[in-house]
């Protein structure tokens, strides 16, 4: 190559390179988000926490960022319709929560981030392993032993004589159901008895409360998916007429009239699947992303529910309490 020709390549390089980088840029990355409840929204909660992360990697609604939200609001066959309609609106990348939500997502073959709900994705099989997911899905998950152990714990706080507990769950969500089986062993291994009532439709919770009249629970521990959570009222209002302790898995049940909460900072949790979306959109291939755990617990107690059923809780485990709603 002579001179001439060198330093022209030279040229080229220089120019058609931060051309490239620039239409990179420029490029609105296209995120639709699919839950099994109500859509993670641009407006709602979730979404504007996620969309605060995703901006703490350059990415701004209006500027290189496009936001789709769909959700099911508790039927779980509009799922694939819906994600059908993110996949026509050509998504680069899906947050997704709950388990059902995941397979449908999993099924279209875009790279998916789970942010949270899933169970234990390697037991569902929804990736191959922690360390390697494989195929178009990762996220973080975590360890329902774990957490039972501690969620017991902290019922025998305030049920010191506990000796039963009410396990409620949807039948249906694989994912759940895995996750209810690993609560029920720990509860079992620690001594405290589990009244299994599951559930498959909203009018099975008649059911689930007739059972828990005729062999009443010292306690009510609630596995949070779609359906629960559609119900959590009227759990919440079954515990306060019974005078029940109840612990659930996230915090906002408990805003929402829950007593107690031990579970993952759902914040956490969406800052790490914004960041997640920042990789895949950089090019990394979602199967090479390690399933993460979350690393941050909350214990959030609702005083105003204590006082209601007639419940004083100890002093200590106020102290442990990350929040306490009055």
Not at 4 to 15: D, K
Not at 101 to 120: F, S, Y
Request: one cysteine or more.
């Amino acid at each position: 190559m002579d001179r001439r020709h060198f330093l022209a390549s030279l040229v080229a390089a220089g120019v058609v390179a931060p051309l490239a980088a620039r239409a990179q840029a420029d490029r609105a990355l296209r995120i639709g988000t699919i839950s099994p409840t109500a859509p993670i929204a641009a407006e709602s909660p979730f979404g504007k926490i996620l969309i605060e992360d995703l901006a703490q990697h350059g990415y701004v609604i209006g500027r290189n960022l496009t936001f789709d939200a769909r959700g099911a609001m508790g039927d779980i066959a509009k799922l694939k319709p819906l994600l059908s309609e993110l996949v026509a609106g050509h998504v680069d990348v899906l947050v997704a929560t709950g388990y059902p939500a995941v397979v449908a997502a999993k099924a279209t073959g875009v790279p998916t981030v789970v942010a949270w709900g899933v169970g234990d994705p390697v037991a569902t099989r929804l990736v191959e392993s922690y360390a390697h997911p494989g195929g178009s899905v990762t996220g973080i998950s975590d360890v329902a032993t774990t957490l039972t152990a501690k969620r017991l714990e902290l019922l025998k706080e305030v049920a010191p004589k506990l000796h039963r507990v009410a396990m409620l769950w949807n039948r249906n969500d694989l994912g759940m159901s895995l996750r209810y089986e690993a609560s029920a062993k720990t509860a079992e291994s620690i001594g405290v008895d589990v009244q299994a009532l599951g559930v498959r439709e909203p009018d099975d919770f008649d059911g689930v409360f007739t059972a828990m009249d005729r062999e009443p629970p010292d306690a009510i521990l609630m596995v949070a998916d779609s359906l629960t959570s559609l119900n959590r009222k009227r759990v919440f209002d079954y515990a306060a007429a019974q005078r029940l302790p109840a612990i659930y898995e996230y915090d906002f049940l408990i805003r929402d009239g829950g007593l107690m909460s031990y579970g993952p900072d759902w914040r956490e949790c969406l800052a790490r699947a914004a960041a997640m979306v920042d990789r895949i959109a950089k090019g990394a291939k979602p199967g090479d992303l390690p399933f993460e755990q979350p690393t941050r617990y909350s214990f959030v107690f609702n005083l105003k529910v204590a006082k209601g059923i007639g419940l004083q809780p100890p002093p200590e485990l106020l102290a442990l309490a990350d929040e306490v709603i009055e």
